[in-house]
């Protein structure tokens, strides 16, 4: 596996394989876990090869406690991408994917207003700064993204459109814990009673298509969320359904149309999402 660090040679590599290959992006923010591993081999079964990105973007953190505490585990993560037989680790320093400050906005109309957006305002232009970035220097055929950051895919998919590019976005499955809890780099922030606390998230998500079929009304499963997680550890941010495709908010079960159930709960201050399509 090829371990690269600046752009120049990442592009020169590229331009060669171009031409013979099918290129597979992974972009991360390292901490790698078997979530993140899922998608690498998910990329090498479509690709003949395939990149993963480790950069920890700081224009997607509205929070520079949340930017500091992010885990950083770089040797740990290569020897995992070694493993998986990645072809390229791209580890970039900040002043290499931002020489100057990026003043570019991204409008995605609804998308980025709602949820995740407006709980952390900027977090999404953030994050199509550095995915348009990676996305000019990898050039990759297809992109591959976890289903957990649900909102996060329906964005990335409106930035390839925009960039007018022939990019394919994979959405791949979310990837679980025994216990059911989503994988994400932040699970490992968590101290062992705070762990044990976030379990309820999975519990209250796979309870909800029950609910639906006894007839419960949403308004309803939300206020028994809601007390679910009042006090003892947790806050809950949101606890939405809506439009899968949208993102707008729909109150009433239905099967006219596909849904989605989206949650983002704090662990004491660690802030967990997970998410169900109807």
Request: glycine share 4%; proline share 4%.
């Amino acid at each position: 596996m090829k371990i690269i660090r600046n752009l120049q040679e990442l592009k020169s590599v590229l331009n060669d394989w171009r031409k013979e290959f099918k290129i597979g992006f992974v972009p991360t923010m390292g901490a790698l876990h078997p979530g993140h591993i899922s998608l690498i081999k998910e990329s090498k079964l479509q690709c003949q090869k395939t990149v993963c990105s480790i950069f920890v973007n700081p224009t997607q953190f509205n929070d520079k406690k949340d930017l500091e505490r992010y885990p950083r585990t770089e040797k740990e993560d290569v020897k995992l991408l070694i493993a998986a037989d990645c072809d390229i680790v791209f580890i970039p320093e900040v002043n290499e994917m931002y020489p100057h400050k990026d003043e570019r906005t991204f409008d995605f109309g609804h998308l980025d207003k709602v949820l995740d957006g407006a709980a952390r305002p900027g977090h999404f232009n953030g994050v199509a700064q550095i995915v348009s970035k990676l996305f000019d220097a990898v050039k990759p055929d297809k992109a591959f993204f976890g289903i957990k950051d649900y909102q996060q895919v329906l964005i990335i998919k409106e930035l390839v459109r925009q960039m007018k590019t022939n990019i394919e976005i994979v959405a791949c499955p979310i990837m679980r814990e025994k216990d059911g809890l989503a994988m994400s780099s932040r699970n490992t922030l968590l101290s062992t009673q705070e762990r044990k606390l976030a379990s309820v998230i999975p519990k209250v998500m796979q309870s909800i298509p029950s609910l639906k079929a006894a007839g419960y009304s949403f308004s309803e499963v939300k206020k028994q969320v809601a007390s679910k997680f009042s006090g003892n550890g947790y806050r809950l941010d949101y606890f939405i359904i809506s439009d899968a495709n949208s993102l707008i908010e729909d109150e009433d079960f239905t099967d006219s149309h596909q849904q989605v159930v989206l949650i983002a709960c704090f662990i004491g201050h660690i802030r967990l999402i997970d998410n169900m399509l109807l």
